[in-house]
Every structure is written in C-alpha cells, then in structure tokens.
C-alpha cells in the first residue's frame, strides 16, 4: 500500500468522516455481541484506523497487512501500539496466516482499482469468518483499462474477471458514475458463493449487506466502501439497532459523503439553528446558505473533523 507517499490517510476530510461513521456503526454492533474482535486492516504508515478502533472499541488484537514498499524498521517505527502485529505481503498470502475464526472486523483498504486477487481475498476471508465479523472493502471505483486509460470494453473486462461480471453488464455500467452498482454486485456474488458452500456442509448463516458508500476527495480519486455482516439465518437486521444510522445501506442507492464547503462560523451558525425550519429559511433567503449545503451539512455534522494548526 503505496498511497500514504502521496497523502496524508489522518487529514483527508472525507476518509475522517467515513472512518466516523463507520465506527457509530461497529460499536453498536461490538456492543450487541458483547465479544472480544479483533481487527484485520491495511495500515500503512499511519495506523489512522487502528488509532480509533483500539480507543472506541477497545480492541487489543489487530492485524496490519503491508504489500508496499516500506521496509519492516519504517513500519515498526510508526507503529503506535505493541499489540498490533505487522504482516509484510501480499494479503493473499498473509490471511492464511491469521486466525480468521475469530470474531473479526476486517476492513481491507485498498488503494487502488479492482483486482482480481480482491475476490481471492473474500474467498479466504468468509470460508472461516464466524457470526459477527464484519467485512469491508474500499477501492478505488474507476474501471478503466491500464493500457488505454479508458472504460473497459465488455470483453476486455470479462477477461479480466471471468464469470464474476453480472448479467446483462454493458459498457455504460462501467462509467464511473455507475461502475459501484458493478463492483457491488460482483463482490456480494462472491461472498454468497462463499457462504452458500459453507452451508452445503451443515452451518446456517447469512451475509448482510451494511454498507454501500462512495466519495471523491478533492481532486482525488473516485472512492467505493462496500460492506455487512455474518448473522445467523434465523437473525433479523433490526436486531442490531443500527438501521437509522445514516451511512447504513442494504440497497443499491449508495451512501453519498459529500461535505459542504463552509467556515468553522457558519458551521457554528447551522448548529444553532439545527431543525429550526423558520431560522434556516432567513438564512437561505439572506443568500448565508443555500438548501443544498444544508442538506449536505445535516447527513454529516456530527462526525466533521476539525484540523487546527498548534504550537507544541
């Protein structure tokens, strides 16, 4: 994983306010099976994930994968606690070597486009996962072809992932502005395929689609989160209490993260006047703010960062 080279993973607004909303939705989970996880992710340099689970959920083992060009002594240095333990290669290789029976959050954090060895990575991922565990995977949603830069042709893209691309894909569903519908629907395949064959030999579980979410930071690449969870088959959703959280998504409409471009003043100001219809309506008319910023405002003000210069 090559991309904290580029960017600095702890100030990228969006990517804070996905890892936010992500969390309010772990910890009620954590909270419902009353169990010990362990976490599973792609660390980096800045272990920015590791950080907030460890401190939000309490967890105490967790797993970094690094199949980047940092040397072990780069990574051990940034590492920020003991308990975490650091795998060097390719994660194909290295989940085999962890002890996926385990009660797991695994949110594997790609940086860049689909691969086929993603797929390799679900397979060996729900072949053992129990109830519980969560799964995520974020890459880059682009499908454009290396050696043109453009969309793939349809051929092209079944070569590249044989029987894996849903019935009836055109070359339109690969656009940008839609290709999550794609990737979406190839990933939730292969995790049934998984769970259908652990079935066949006696267990009785479900995977459930959580989460469903895309973003583009600015001037950065086009970003998909896709996400569930293990349950029983017997076990009902709303069990979990987490269904009126905002980024929960068991659709194919996508939660959109999409931050209003305003000062830490008129943040304050919306604050105050949070479901205030009479008091926004003023502030829209005296051109302060328009409906649109509010409306982008109101789906993600409680999980906003705020970056401030100190001196230390």
Known sequence: MNSPKKLNYET????????????????????????????????????????????????????????????????????PYSFITIHTGHTSEVLHNIDLTKKTIAWLDYDGTLEDYMFTDISILFSK???????????????????????YEIDTFNDKF???????????????????????KMIKTAIDKTIKERNRIGENIKFEQLFNIVYQENRGANMFTYGGIILDKEQELNTLNIEHLEIISNTDDPFTINLPNLTFKEMDLLNCSLREEEKLEILIQDNVFTRIDIEKYNKVYRYLPVFMDIRI
């Open 162 to 184: 044989p029987n894996q691309i849903p019935y009836n894909t055109v070359k339109k569903d690969l656009a940008t502005d839609r290709s999550h519908l794609v990737i979406g």
């Open 129 to 151: 996962l129990p109830i519980g565990s969560l799964y995520l995977i974020t890459c880059n949603k682009e499908l454009k072809d290396p050696e043109t830069s453009n969309i």
């Open 12 to 79: 990228r607004p969006l990517k804070f306010v996905e890892r936010k909303m992500l969390l309010s939705s772990f910890s009620r989970i954590c909270y419902y099976f009353k169990e010990n996880y362990q976490y599973i992710g792609l660390g980096g340099i800045s272990f920015t994930d590791f950080k907030l689970f460890h401190k939000e959920l309490h967890i105490d083992e967790m797993h970094s994968i690094e199949g980047g060009s940092f040397s072990l002594s780069k990574l051990e240095v940034n590492n």
